[in-house]
């Protein structure tokens, strides 16, 4: 189990434990974390699962496929460098903690 | 017990309860459901279910913890059987109720049956919930040669998944194109082409008049012209009914779904309805609707429970779909309906393409092909009022998304 660290754009906080082979969004829908939506269960169809991905962390998730980057090219959130769509991340090892940020609004 | 009642916990009902709760909704909030499976995703169910790609168990997508950190109370294998709005009560099975201060009904839709002789052999299969899906799949295992009866989302997803598993498929469509209701005749024929090269088989404009079957199970569809086609395993998905009867009952007004306003609110104070149980007025299409989609039942739940709590966030949003067949990622904004003006920017043969469509100068809806960034520039282009000119979509110089930025401030 590791565990992914929720901050909302009022700087509120929840941790959620997840299994390393669920998605960050999909522990997200799980606990009901506002803002995160996730419709398309993980697709890359409806991009509202929007996050950003601590700074510190960036290297430490997968990079970006080229049908994530093309969504993420015009999310109704601020489109940031570590903009990422949740569903895509998943909290691989050695890492025990994902800090993920939830933008102000999602599509 | 008092409070706020749901019935249904799929995407409407869970989702009314999260939002009621989310905007400080303090009273019990007790959700019951006919299905016993915790809520699971529905999307999956035609494609990556299918396929062995995705498990059971990673369907679900709320668990016992999320309700009990919620204070929601899920109550599943329960069919509510009437629901009396003067004593505000909801009946249950084996004369339990449970008394309310406001409802949601999120009871969702069925799949069509069809009715022609041979229609209940075994081996006749609908594809809506996930004892649906659990079925389908054994059997498409055991399966050579599958008819699917109907040419829209599910039946298309379900005919490239059975092709994937390297099936014979048949797809009988009574219209003359593919996915008629949803899409231009344009994307039509490219889906068409798309399956035509999988090696499925598409028959247009053809009516299924009967099933013959082998010893109660089918065996082959007998078509309008005469023709039949062999069959062992056949999945019909020929449209959805709301599972409206419930409400009529009740005394609810009913027109294709309970008729809501735009915070999923019926007639009578405090009864609401979200998703594909629900008939609005949607300012997009400028007309009445139901529509069968996650992101109609979350976002018109989502006004439901504000409203419930006291709050305010009215449903207001485009109405978006998509498909996935194949390598094929079709993603729909908007409404097209009566169109009179269309542009097409990228290209067809090649599979990557958006269609822009006008009606009186306004862009209404875009379906897009493999174009991810375009449809997210055309949603909020749609949203905020904003149209390029049919030459500007039909442009690849142009920028779509400077208009975004531009309509997102005009509208701010």
Request: hydrophobic residues 40%.
């Amino acid at each position: 189990m590791a565990q992914v660290r929720f901050v909302q754009h009022d700087g509120s906080e929840k941790c959620v434990e997840v299994q390393r082979d669920v998605s960050v969004m999909l522990a997200a829908v799980r606990s009901g974390i506002r803002g995160i939506d996730g419709e398309c269960g993980g697709c890359l169809d409806c991009a509202t699962c929007h996050v950003y991905v601590d700074e510190g962390q960036a290297s430490s998730v997968p990079p970006p496929s080229e049908e994530e980057l093309e969504l993420l090219s015009a999310v109704s959130g601020e489109r940031k460098p570590n903009s990422r769509l949740s569903c895509q991340l998943k909290v691989l090892a050695p890492l025990k903690e994902l800090v993920v940020r939830v933008p102000a609004r999602q599509s | 017990m008092t409070g706020l009642v749901v019935i249904g916990a799929s995407y409407a009902g869970v989702q009314a309860a999260l939002a009621a709760r989310d905007a400080g909704y303090s009273q019990p909030i007790t959700i019951v459901c006919d299905e016993d499976w915790l809520p699971y995703q529905r999307p999956p169910l035609s494609k990556d279910f299918l396929l062995g790609r995705i498990s059971e168990q990673n369907l679900i997508l709320r668990d016992e913890t999320f309700f009990e950190s919620k204070q929601i109370n899920l109550v599943l294998g329960h069919r509510a059987t009437a629901i009396d709005l003067r004593a505000r009560r909801v009946t249950l099975p084996g004369d339990n109720a449970l008394r309310f201060e406001k409802l949601v009904i999120g009871t969702g839709s069925r799949a069509r049956r069809i009715a022609v002789p041979g229609a209940d052999l075994d081996g006749i299969c609908y594809l809506r919930s996930v004892t649906d899906a659990i079925d389908l799949k054994v059997r498409l295992a055991d399966a050579a040669e599958i008819v699917i009866v109907g040419g829209g989302f599910i039946g298309l997803e379900v005919a490239a998944s059975a092709a994937k598993l390297g099936k014979k498929v048949t797809v009988v469509e009574a219209s003359k194109r593919l996915l008629e209701r949803a899409v231009s005749p344009m994307v039509s024929t490219f889906l068409l082409d798309t399956h035509l090269q999988a090696g499925v088989n598409v028959l247009l404009n053809e009516a299924v008049t009967s099933f013959k079957g082998d010893d109660r199970t089918v065996a082959s569809v007998v078509l309008g012209n005469g023709a039949s086609v062999r069959a062992d395993l056949v999945l019909v998905g020929i449209g959805g009914i709301a599972n409206d009867e419930l409400a009529s009952s009740a005394g609810l007004k009913c027109t294709n779904g309970i008729v809501v306003d735009e915070h999923g609110q019926s007639e009578t104070s405090g009864i609401f309805a979200a998703g594909d149980c629900a008939n609005h007025f949607n300012r997009f299409c400028e007309s009445w609707i139901r529509l069968e989609s996650v992101q109609n039942a979350q976002d018109q739940a989502k006004a439901a429970g504000l409203a419930i709590a006291g709050a305010r966030g009215p449903y207001e949003s485009v109405p978006r779909f998509w498909s996935d067949q194949y390598d094929v990622k079709l993603q729909i904004v908007g409404l097209a309906g009566q169109y009179d003006r269309h542009a097409v920017r990228g290209s067809i043969d090649d599979g990557r393409f958006s269609v822009f469509y006008y009606r009186q100068g306004r862009l209404v809806a875009v379906d897009s092909v493999n174009r991810p960034g375009e449809q997210m520039a055309a949603r909020r282009l749609i949203a905020g009022g904003v149209s390029p000119t049919p030459e500007e979509a039909a442009d690849p110089s142009f920028d779509l998304k400077s208009l975004v930025t531009a309509g997102d401030k005009a509208g701010a």
